[in-house]
């Protein structure tokens, strides 16, 4: 099995015929997701030819759902048009929304995280590499060749890169699903929400997370962490050697005392029984031991 995300999804890309919507859309379809459309106004009607695949592109979501049945979306826009384009997605009655553009105005994602929420559709990302479940389907920009088999692990996390570097290091053992949901200080999907999925996943045997310096998002995760997931939690977080009162890379962190340093969040997991590695390889060694046992 896997979260959010199956080789039953159904799946359109909004920006598809741009120049990243091209690129990544063409790699999505190798990795054996079912894209059924793309959506393009300017160019409704036409369709584009991806090597063994014709994907048609219609001029709006709701027409796309309607004549395909799609179930998500993974969203190429730009940041000033993104607001539009989810909430365009969520009137239409899609599920999953994966938002991989950066650098959209957190007002913008204030407003659209919640228009979804309350209406049922969830958000990942924006500003995330998208999610992927192995062996079934891609959402998003991840390599879908850094970890080709389906496996036990569970992998959550803010960072792309080191979403990438895991996946890549523990390919051998495999993922039931990966979910990069970004570091932005506004995004659709938590910690939190992928803890309580893999909870429920029965293929999921061990949980990785990943996090970042900044915010409490982690500290909040080892609260749940504690208290609902009986699964075993591996963690790494990023930023240790990070000077205080900076912003951050594109988390946008701000560090200010002890709040938000990857020593209190290391601490806050410890205390909830989450072993966290020092470095990214000495975390994924910590998941071969533990599986190993």
Known sequence: MAIYLTKDSKVLVQGMTGGEGMKHTRRMLA????????????????????????????????EAVHATGADATVVFVPPAFTGAAVTEAVDAG??????????????DAVAFTAYAKARGTRVIGPNCPGLISPGQSNAGIIPADIAPAPGRIGLVSKSGTLTYQLMHELRDIGFSSAVGIGGDPVIGTSHIDCLAAFEADPDTELIVLIGEIGGDAEERAATV???????????????????????????????????????????ALEAAGVTVGSTPSETAQLVRDHLAR
């Open 225 to 267: 962490i504690r208290e609902q997931i009986s699964k075993s939690v591996i963690a790494y977080i990023a930023g240790f050697t990070a000077p205080e009162g900076r912003t951050m890379g594109h988390a946008g962190a701000i560090v200010s005392g002890s709040t938000g340093t990857a020593h209190a969040k290391k601490a």
């Open 94 to 107: 899609i599920g999953l929304a994966v938002v991989i553009t950066e650098g959209v105005p957190v007002h």
């Open 31 to 62: 990795a054996g997701t079912d894209i059924v459309g793309g959506v393009n106004p300017r160019k409704a009607g036409r369709s584009v030819d991806f090597d063994d695949r014709t994907v048609p592109v219609f001029g709006s979501v709701r």
